[in-house]
């Protein structure tokens, strides 16, 4: 990417260059020249492409940009594997959530039982088998044993859940004990804790209402970590909101800097959005900096409100010195 400074407006010679030894069995395609406006920017697609037998290992490749006497060039590091491989995706995940049948916490009496509903939640598109196992955290009751079906599959869009049930003898150890339940899925790996009292006396319990679960709620992201600009110069994300269980209600943004705040920045704040139940909404935030703004590396926290709850995400905010032009990589993989 050419991004136009202080003005500057001009055809630039685009070329790339193996720094040290090159690879056997590479190619590099980069379209020369480029044409970049007064205050705008401009790309060229530079293309790598391995016959079937490259040499391995890493190497780097250096991007040059030329306008007569103006110079400047950004490196681009450049794995070469021995096999094809395939880009991971972005990485999603699950959110866990336990809900007791009245009252709370569970309550469980000689010769009774009790029930928790175990909910899990795809974000980002999750989709896979989870795990479920539950233990106690810290000395164990006696005279109670718990059941929890186990795995469940959580769909790529909504909810699953199994329901936790504990069964006490006639004569369980009294007291205030915790649970613990844990959902598996490979590396990924969440708790949550359930508070469970076991009385002397029998106590009837309320019934189960099913429109209680899941407990609605959301998670907060930005759709890219970091930010990057020079003086003079905007840039921007996006504030991703993904709704898990139930939850459908507005989400209010609100913004504040972590640790020093930089000079000349201002700071478009996203605009309040709803997610569709299971499903996810963005809403842009972009950053609008004068010629003389602080340069250096800051962090902006944005918090989403919505009634009661509230989550909190950062994204990284770079500010470059600036040059008659600037030059950086914006990379993309693909696959025939």
Do not use: R
Request: no cysteine; net charge negative.
């Amino acid at each position: 990417m050419f991004a136009s400074v202080n003005g500057f407006a001009s055809s630039l010679s685009v070329s790339g260059a193996w720094t040290g030894v090159a690879p056997s069995g590479v190619s590099v395609s980069l379209p020369s020249p480029v044409t970049v406006p007064a205050g705008g920017s401009a790309s060229s697609i530079l293309t790598l492409t391995a016959d079937s037998s490259p040499s391995t290992g890493y190497y780097t490749l250096v991007v040059t940009a030329t306008n007569g006497a103006i110079s400047h060039s950004s490196d681009i590091g450049v794995t070469i594997l021995g096999t094809p491989s395939v880009l991971a995706p972005v990485a999603a995940d699950f959110a866990i959530t336990s809900t007791i049948t009245q009252p709370s916490p569970a309550v469980v009496s000689p010769g009774l039982t009790q029930s928790a509903i175990i909910v899990l939640a795809s974000v980002d598109g999750f989709s896979s088998i989870v795990s479920l196992t539950a233990g106690w955290n810290g000395a164990a009751p006696d005279g109670v044993t718990v059941s929890l079906p186990s795995p469940i599959t959580v769909p790529s869009v909504g909810s699953a859940s199994s329901t936790l049930t504990l069964t006490a003898d006639n004569t369980p150890s009294t007291g205030t004990y915790t649970l613990l339940v844990t959902a598996s899925n490979g590396a990924i790996s969440h708790s949550t804790e359930i508070p469970v009292i076991i009385s002397g006396t029998i106590v009837i319990l309320a019934p189960v209402t099913p429109a209680a679960f899941p407990i609605p709620d959301f998670s907060l992201h930005p759709s890219t970590d970091t930010v990057s600009t020079i003086p003079g110069l905007s840039g921007g994300t996006s504030v991703v909101v993904n709704s898990l269980g139930s939850f459908s209600g507005p989400v209010t943004f609100f913004i504040s800097w972590v640790g020093n705040a930089p000079t000349g920045v201002a700071i478009n704040i996203p605009q309040a959005i709803t997610p569709p139940a299971g499903g996810q909404a963005a809403s842009p935030i972009s950053f609008t900096t004068t010629a003389t703004a602080s340069t250096g590396t800051y962090i902006v926290q944005v918090a989403g409100t919505s009634g009661s709850v509230s989550h909190s995400t950062d994204i990284t905010l770079v500010l470059n010195s600036p040059g008659p032009f600037l030059i950086w990589p914006t990379l993309s993989n693909s696959m025939d």
